[in-house]
């Protein structure tokens, strides 16, 4: 039987993420955006909130929430601010491959410790020579001994540099290409430093660093999984992620709408509201019939994980579908509030910037449209 409703439970947990996003979120948006600061506080409130691992298992010290449940969470976050949202998804990006490929031993230990207290996580792929190309990593870890050292730079890392753990890929094997890449996970210390702190367009509470491997020793037992299964890990791993920016897009985009609704039943223009001229109610119906396409195309990718079904096509239809309307829709939200919607004084324009990354990160809409075409035409 198909079922749309969402249970109590996931009800419930919905309510919490949105009366948190209210109160936590929302009144801080404009001002991170603003001054690009990282909002250490805000950490730790999720982190009492019970939101900084949602979907790691109860029995390693995570809230448990299964996958869909969690991008449930995650939209509610992303219509606070998807800046902030971003911090919390770098957490799930950062621990997912130790999720997926960790040992029991492993997983004990690390979540042990991420679970502990308020804590952040990252993941590190990319490199400036290696985005979508993520195969042609040029970071290195040499085995010594007993331990590994990496050695290279990563950038554009989220929470890169200020994470407790990070999970960082690196070659082991440069002649073998995806082949030669494996995944460590390195906690924060010697030999792991941040470098440049990006200046961003948009989602900017979050904090965006290169990451620098100077001789990073890591003891071998923090290798995920087994030499050359990085890039299998990755792509894992960047499934879910797509995901989660399915949910995020559809958040920003239902903040978005709410705001030109709200807008267009009061702004008077030629003596009515500018909502009952039929040119703005078709653009403010395009916005819900998107929305509400996106937020079930997210949900079916969700739900196909929580039954450990195949959801690699569906991730990357959802990522590139939810992402493509938040940016259509956060640029037709600025249409309807005319002049003021280009103004830094009013909400919308950091909607349309926030909106933007998600046609980029985590595989850009282009390679989602090659795994697609990939896999129907396989
Ligand atoms: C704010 C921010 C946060 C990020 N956070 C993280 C993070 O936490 N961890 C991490 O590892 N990475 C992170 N990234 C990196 C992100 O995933 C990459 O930027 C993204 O994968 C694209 O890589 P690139 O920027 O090198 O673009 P490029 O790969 O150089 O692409 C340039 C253009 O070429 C197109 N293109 C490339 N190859 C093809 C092809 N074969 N066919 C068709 N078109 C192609 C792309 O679609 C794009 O339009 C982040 C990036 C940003 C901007």
Redesign the pocket.
Known sequence: MLDFSLSDEQKAIQQVAHEFAEKEIRPLAAEYDETEHFPEEFVEKAFKAGLTYPYVPEEYGGQGMDFLTACIVGEELAWGCCGFA?ILN?NN??STPILLAGTEEQKRKWFGELTSRPTLA?????E?G?????GSVQSTAVREGDHYVLNGT???????GLADVTTV?ASTDRSKGTRGLSCFIVPKGEGISPGKK?R?M??RA?A?YEVILDNCRVPAENLLGEEGQGFKIAMMTLDKARVSVGSASVGIARAAMEAAVDYAKQRVQFGRPVAEFQAVQFMLADMAIQIEAARLLYMKAAWLETQGLPFTKEAAICKTFCSDVAMRVTTDVVQVFGGYGYMREYPVEKYMRDAK?NQ????????Q??VIGRIITS
Request: proline share 2%.
């Open positions: 971003t770098a990006l950062g990252a993941m590190a792929l990319t400036p290696a985005g979508s190309d993520a990563k950038c554009f890392i989220s929470n890169g890929f990006e961003k948009g989602v979050s965006t990354i980029i990160w985590d595989g850009t809409n282009q390679i449209r090659m």
